[in-house]
């Protein structure tokens, strides 16, 4: 059985820093690739970033290009995402997923395997 668990968010103010962990767990744990995810009150499911997990490539959406920065320890089966100039619309519960499937690393269909959340709030 494969687990994801977050940690490290919390509460910060506009243009501070937060740094996001996630450890999956589970003798057969594969994936493509890992990501991060996050819902904001009354909104749909966004997709923030995604670390390949052979080669460590990482891809950002626009809004959080030069701000956040994605990683990968595939060694410790581990990923972070630091996340720096943090914004009050960056607010929201952020999810890390694993990719089990080969398509767009923006659809959350294509990822098998979630974390249970971890709340980011934002000041201004």
């Known amino acids: 059985q494969v687990q994801l668990v977050e940690s490290g968010g919390g509460l910060a103010q506009t243009g501070g820093s937060l740094r996001l962990s996630c450890a999956a767990s589970g003798s057969n744990f594969r994936t493509y690739g890992m990501a991060w995810f996050r819902q904001a009150p009354g909104k749909e499911r966004e997709f923030v970033a995604h670390?390949?997990?052979?080669?460590?490539?990482?891809y950002y959406v626009d809004s959080v290009k030069g701000r956040f920065t994605i990683s990968r320890d595939n060694a410790k089966n581990t990923m972070d995402l630091q996340m720096n100039g943090l914004k009050p619309e960056d607010t929201a519960v952020y999810y890390c997923?694993?990719?089990?499937?080969?398509?767009?690393?923006?659809?959350?269909?294509?990822?098998?395997?979630w974390g249970q959340g971890t709340q980011v709030t934002v000041s201004s």
């Open positions: 670390v390949q997990w052979s080669n460590g490539i990482p």
């Open positions: 997923a694993a990719r089990g499937r080969m398509g767009a690393i923006s659809d959350p269909e294509q990822y098998n395997y």
